[in-house]
């Protein structure tokens, strides 16, 4: 298996997660933007809208991030999607789009703020980072309430929902906003938990974030 | 076998609570839909937060289990009724099924939404059309309407030549914008075009357009 792209994305990363559960061999091939490599025939083979992530098994091309992981996921480790239970693939699939749609979509724009705005010789747009934040902080009001009556999000079982949290929420440790989890208990504790496993410990030192 | 019944929470000319019923209406099944009024704040009330802590439409209860998001809620019914749609027992067709899924969710629908809000929901937000915001995200529509044409030109349906959630999650967004007059940027493709025209075609899709009463601004060519 290849993953196209740079682990400085956590689009990429989100990925990697997964391939690390899921325990697959997999090869990660870096895509330089600063070549345009994103928009060559080769990579637009694979991804046509020119991004990265993109993925590669065998014949078959995939790219979006989170195909990309249910897929890995689907192949070698079926347990992490719970598609043979329609409860349980029902609560994952809420909070896999939970997490794109309400947390992720709040923490994007801080990170590009905070992150890579910066990397560009860019300045931080503090009413955006506050906005965000704000809304963020609600978002996390709803995870802390959930976790407090489930080990995870889906349910009592680790699930896709919750590895698909991981790589933005490393960024999010690279910003000044570390520790936004304080207040909520039960997300801390939901957060560690996710922290102490190997796959995750492997990608953090992946992504290594720059400050 | 009980009949559990499936309600549907929210206001349907909403693209994302449509979503939810054409997934009904395709998998065949009876549901009511439980009208909820945006205007009176209904989704803030405790009874909707209840069911759905982010205070949003629509919210599906079906037996013991109550789904939101509606993208969610169209996997599980099709899960439940029609699995061939998500390509469920094939890893590649299952992969491109979500592959297009994603595609509609994060390339289409935020370039189309903020076109459709621009073109249709501005009166009702209390505020003037933003002709600059139209223009950008006509601009990025094209390009992505490109990658569709393209891909339409290889095979009958988005993830291969079976129909699946990835087309059908199309439909009510696409729905709202062929009645702005960008309708002419899917017009002018052919391959995306026949592909429209198919899905619009389709009884469960007709039913639900009933529901979606938009067809009032720019170009239009059929009604009923």
Known sequence: ?211 | MATSAVKVYGWAISPFVSRALLALEEAGVDYELVPMSRQAGDHHRPEHLARNPFGKVPVLEDGDLTLFESHAIARHVLRKHKPELLGTGNLEQAALVDVWFEVEAHQLSPLAIAIVVECIFTPFLGRERNQAVVDENVEKLKKVLEVYEARLSKSKYLAGDFLSVADLSHFTIMHCFMATEYAALVDALPHVSAWWEGLAARPAAKKVAEFMPVGTAGASKKHD
């Open chain 1, 1 to 211: 298996m290849k993953l196209y792209g740079a682990t400085v994305s956590w689009n990429v990363t989100r990925c990697v997660v997964a391939l690390e559960e899921a325990g697959a061999e997999y090869q990660i091939v870096p895509i330089d933007f600063a070549t345009a490599e994103h928009k060559s025939p080769d990579h637009l083979a694979c991804n046509p809208f020119g991004q990265v992530p993109a993925f590669q098994d065998g014949d078959l091309h995939l790219w979006e991030s989170r195909a990309i992981c249910k897929y890995v996921a689907r192949k070698h480790k079926p347990d992490l999607l719970r598609e043979g239970n329609l409860k349980e693939s029902a609560m994952m699939d809420v909070w896999l789009e939970v997490e794109a749609n309400q947390y992720t979509a709040a923490l994007n724009p801080i990170l590009y703020q905070c992150l890579v705005s910066p990397m560009f010789g860019g300045t931080t747009d503090q009413k955006v980072v506050e906005e965000n934040l704000e809304k963020l902080k609600k978002v996390l009001e709803v995870y802390e309430a959930r976790l407090a009556k489930h080990k995870y999000l889906a349910g009592d079982f680790l699930s896709l929902a919750d590895l698909n949290h991981v790589s933005v929420t490393l960024c999010l440790l690279a910003t000044p906003h570390a520790s936004l989890f304080d207040p909520y208990p039960h997300v801390k504790a939901w957060w560690d938990g996710l922290m102490a496993r190997p796959s995750v410990q492997k990608v953090a030192a992946l992504m290594k974030p720059s400050a």
